[in-house]
């Protein structure tokens, strides 16, 4: 059997080792040859070796499309379905691999339309609070800013407790405590910061 593997990640930046890695062994354990189609694309949109995947994919010497996860074929239901239907008129199956898919059985089908419709709800679920995040940020003119008891703060910082045991009694960070003591006068401002 011969599949084609297709990889994908969201930035340039990102690494496809592990993806194709996990295409190539479960390729090997099955004694299928595989070809491997990668891409770092930062929309949905531009998908060009997808595409040219699917297009080598009409050759009959091919079985299948394989994947690690469900979002590297896309965010939607709209465009998920319309890969699936794609695959299924060339009479080939698709395989994902963190979810344990086949749909080349009818539970696998089941599986991929199930989770086609999950993966939907929580992209959108996302967008979702984003904005909600970005809503409240406006509305109140930048980050909320958490209030610290700036004298208990000071004092205790003055009679000499260290920065870590501050951290840690106050909930604040490194970074914020320095900043407060920066601005409330208790350090001086090093380095230019």
């Not at 469900?70 to 379905?81: A, E, H, N, P």
Request: proline content about 1%; charged content about 35%.
């Amino acid at each position: 059997m011969k599949m084609i593997g297709y990889a994908r990640v969201s930035t340039k930046d990102q690494n496809l080792d592990g993806q194709i890695e996990k295409i190539k062994k479960f390729c090997h354990y099955k004694g299928w040859e595989v070809v491997i189609f990668k891409e770092k694309v930062s929309s949905v949109v531009e998908r060009e070796q997808f595409e040219a995947a699917l297009t080598e994919l009409e050759k009959p010497e091919y079985s299948g499309l394989i994947v690690t996860d469900i979002d590297r074929l896309g965010r939607s239901v709209y465009q998920l379905s319309s890969t699936f239907k794609r695959l299924t008129s060339m009479k080939k199956e698709l395989i994902i691999l963190d979810k344990n898919i086949d749909t080349s059985t009818k539970e696998g089908r089941l599986q991929f339309n199930i989770l086609s419709s999950f993966a939907e709800w929580e992209r959108e679920q996302i967008r979702d609070r984003l904005k909600a995040g970005q809503d409240r940020t406006k509305r109140y003119g930048g980050r909320t800013r958490k209030d610290y008891p700036k004298e208990a703060i000071i004092k205790q910082y003055k009679d000499g407790a260290n920065i870590t045991y501050l951290t840690k009694i106050h909930g604040i960070s490194k970074g914020t405590l320095y900043k407060r003591l920066r601005e409330w006068g208790v350090i001086k401002d090093i380095g230019g910061k």
